[in-house]
């Protein structure tokens, strides 16, 4: 398959998963929050296609309804890092200065911790609750984004187009919205979109922590955290979220994947 | 060349020293493991979460740490029946209603070698009224005689439940001169001594001078495995040979399996929750009524928990006198909640679902923590159950519970206790329900209540310390200021091999000298 046909095919299912999460209320068969003890731990059956849980409640409609949170919380998380961290990274490259030192020093202090042990730390002092474990894990991702954004920035600001820019009269934030963002834009939005499937992995894992979701939000890693006892005895509960995780990344990596490859310069060359 | 020769000597005798050391350490491991009867305990009732780390039976809880995991005993212990019978002690006289005579054992040593008698319990008991945050307001001593192989207690006040006090774990007597070592470590009199003590994990060797005859296992290692699924697949893949903290949906798997046993018994551990009085909403009798009424009780014990336990109406299960057959608790009745919801002016005025005052929602900040597995699942059982009669329940299930009990950040916490560890009520509600109560954490008060309770602590009858107990029951029951939804069936689960291993209804006792492991 050419990279155009899987590009067309992976956009396809990550805009499917998107359409999922946007209209899950319309989706659910069942009420995702409602209780039913009197059907607790079902097997997957006709009524209820991936069982229920401990508390009765349908499990198709918690992984339709856990779409929502966690696709959205993912798209609102690599969206306000990429824009935040490229923002930075763009003023710290072209301006450079004090402010560029201090806050280059401050991103290294952010990389240096282990990722996660960071965000732990972090959603455990905030207290549990999605918009807080989104934030503490824009807390450590924003760095990447500024470090390879101020990358590019000092590697195109000799250019001569940006010179002859300058010459012209443009004003420094002329020449960063006319003349560098766009060029650097690409390199982003891969960057970005490869990082959908990570971030998902890690809002999930803070929720089976229990720093994420709280109760009852249906979020995949809470479902499998609440689900995990039961792997052996009903394995339903916990298979149902982690197939659905697991589809997800895979469609996420897999297009982040194919956008480099269809952005790669060596690829058109190629081509022509 | 001189150079060359002696940087290869010394290269070679560092590395023949290496692995001779190597050599020596691993075949003395190995004899010890061959030779031993090593017992390894895994459990989710032991650490800093629990309040019972480290062994000072001084400190907040450890206490039971100590006489569970055999290193420390207390004067009196308590029978399967929840009867008090001497242990370190051979006999009491109740010299009047203020003093108390007891008489020690005289063939009983501490592992630090010291004999314990009057005096070494004096000392013990003494440092305990001094430090600890429950039994000073228990035990009311004004003074400890020793002398020779006795002690007599003078109480400031009337205590008659004192013998059933002195059997709380708080009163192992540990050996004072020997002191707590940083690492909260002690000289017991039990029938193991601690090697090594942390907050995860207790290293445990048998005391071969055990007063109580011979100790069968030689070596026990109980570690901390606070999440339920590793506990499950230790105790199948071997690394553990018992365990007790099972998750419910896991004992199944060990159930009809002839390669483990489980051992079960009734406990009074109840879990509970307890309303905030400074929660203004909760002021109102009403609404915590309505609260007490739309909890579901009979479905999460029988479903979430799959049987483990029994239907709580008050603090005591049934098998106390004053247990759940003689008090009457608000029963599972939706509509009647919606009703006194109602009549305290909560409506749904604008069909948000959730019923509202003064444009506010009737929102509970509903604190809990995650170490007992029951309690999330309580939780999330009561949040649904709370929705359908209009009360949005917002759920906060933390290991640092205690910061939110500080800080205020709550409306409603549940919890588990064992609510009549010593067999007798005045535990329960000197611990929690009065004025003075160090765990009062809602601010209850109760002029009556607080009445009953200093007939309570004066009354050395059995029959009528019962019918205070229910008087009591009836009050806080009354005023919805505890909902009680469930006690456990505690279950430990073990390797068919081993012996003497039994779950006892008081929670204390675990590890003991008949604790063995065949072949």
Request: hydrophobic fraction near 40%; charged fraction near 20%.
């Amino acid at each position: 398959m050419n990279t155009e046909k899987k590009l067309a095919v992976f956009t396809a299912f990550a805009a499917m998963v998107f359409l999922i999460a946007l209209f899950a209320p319309y989706l659910t068969p069942y009420d995702p929050d409602a209780q039913d003890l009197s059907q607790a731990l079902m097997a997957p059956c006709q009524e209820h296609m991936m069982g229920t849980d401990r508390f009765g409640r349908d499990m198709l409609s918690r992984v339709i309804m856990g779409t929502r949170s966690s696709v959205f919380s993912v798209l609102a998380l690599v969206g306000a890092v990429a824009a935040s961290g490229t923002a930075i990274g763009v003023y710290c490259g072209y301006f450079g200065g004090k402010a560029d030192t201090v806050v280059m020093r401050f991103a290294d202090i952010c990389l240096a911790f282990p990722g996660m042990v960071f965000a732990i730390a972090i959603a455990g002092v905030m207290g549990g609750g999605i918009t807080n474990a989104v934030l503490a894990l824009a807390v450590i991702s924003w760095p990447k984004y500024a470090r390879l954004a101020r990358g590019q920035v000092l590697s195109m600001q000799n250019s001569t187009y940006i010179q002859a820019a300058q010459m012209s009269g443009s004003g420094p934030w002329k020449v960063i919205l006319r003349h560098i963002l766009p060029n650097i834009l690409g390199a982003i939005f891969v960057t970005a979109v490869l990082d959908i499937g990570t971030m998902m992995m890690e809002i999930a894992g803070l929720s089976f922590l229990g720093l994420g979701a709280m109760p009852p939000t249906a979020e995949w890693g809470s479902m499998m955290s609440n689900g995990r006892s039961m792997i052996q005895t009903s394995p339903w509960v916990i298979l149902a979220p982690g197939c659905a995780i697991f589809i997800t990344v895979m469609i996420f990596n897999l297009l982040g994947d194919t956008i480099r490859d269809y952005l790669d310069p060596r690829r058109k060359l190629q081509s022509e | 060349m001189k150079k060359k020769r002696l940087a290869v000597m010394l290269v070679i005798a560092v590395t023949a020293g290496m692995l001779s050391g190597c050599g020596a350490a691993s075949l003395e491991k190995k004899e010890e493991t061959e030779k031993d009867k090593v017992f390894n305990y895994g459990t989710t009732a032991y650490g800093p979460e629990m309040g019972n780390a480290g062994l000072n039976p001084h400190d907040n809880y450890s206490g039971w740490s100590t006489v569970r995991y055999g290193v420390g005993e207390t004067l009196f212990k308590f029978t399967g029946a929840m009867e008090l019978e001497p242990w370190l002690a051979a006999g009491y006289e109740q010299i009047d209603e203020y003093t108390l005579k007891i008489d020690l054992r005289d063939d009983v040593n501490f592992s630090s070698g010291r004999k314990m008698d009057g005096n070494a319990v004096k000392e013990c008991l003494e440092n305990l009224i001094a430090v600890h945050d429950r039994a000073p307001g228990d035990l009311m001593v004004k003074e400890i005689r020793a002398d020779g192989q006795s002690i007599t207690i003078v109480s400031e006040e009337k205590v008659p439940a004192l013998l059933n006090y002195l059997s709380d774990p708080y009163g192992a007597i540990i050996d004072m001169e020997y002191g707590v070592t940083k690492d909260n470590n002690v000289a017991g009199t039990g029938p193991f001594i601690a090697e090594k003590v942390t907050d995860s994990e207790i290293n445990l060797v048998k005391n071969a001078d055990y007063w109580g005859g011979e100790v069968k296992a030689d070596r026990v290692n109980v570690k901390t495995i606070t999440d339920g699924d590793t506990l499950t697949m230790a105790l199948q893949s071997g690394e553990i040979d018992a365990t007790q903290g099972l998750p419910y949906a896991s004992l199944r798997l060990f159930e009809n399996n002839d390669a483990f046993t489980i051992n079960s018994t009734a406990t009074s551990r109840t879990f509970f929750a307890t309303m905030n009085y400074k929660t203004k909403a909760l002021q109102d009798e009403k609404v915590r009524k309505a609260i007490a009424m739309g909890i579901d009780k009979e479905s999460f014990t029988s479903v979430l928990l799959e049987g483990n336990g029994s239907t709580a109406g008050g603090p005591f299960p049934s098998n106390f006198t004053f247990g759940n057959q003689a008090v009457s608790a608000p029963v599972y009745d939706p509509e009647g909640a919606e009703e006194l919801l109602k009549q305290s002016g909560w409506t749904d005025s604008n069909g948000d679902g959730y019923v509202d005052k003064d444009g506010n929602n009737l929102s509970i900040r509903w604190l809990t923590y995650p170490g007992r597995q029951e309690l999330p699942l309580l939780a999330e059982s009561v949040q649904a159950a709370l929705k359908e009669i209009g009360i949005d329940v917002e759920i906060n299930s933390t290991a640092s519970y205690q910061d939110f009990l500080d800080s205020g950040e709550w409306d409603i916490y549940a919890s588990a206790m064992v609510t009549a560890p010593t067999g007798d009520p005045a535990y329960f509600f000197t611990s929690l329900t009065l004025k003075e109560s160090a765990k009062n954490r809602g601010q209850y008060y109760n002029e009556e209540l607080e009445k009953l309770a200093i007939q309570l602590s004066k009354e050395f009858n059995i029959a009528k310390r019962s019918e205070l107990a229910i008087a009591m029951e009836k009050i806080i029951l009354d005023d919805s200021a505890f909902i009680f939804a469930s006690h456990l069936k505690m279950s430990f689960v073990m390797k068919s091999n081993v012996t003497g291993f039994k779950a006892h209804p008081s929670d204390y006792y675990e590890i003991t000298a008949d604790l063995n492991i065949s072949e």
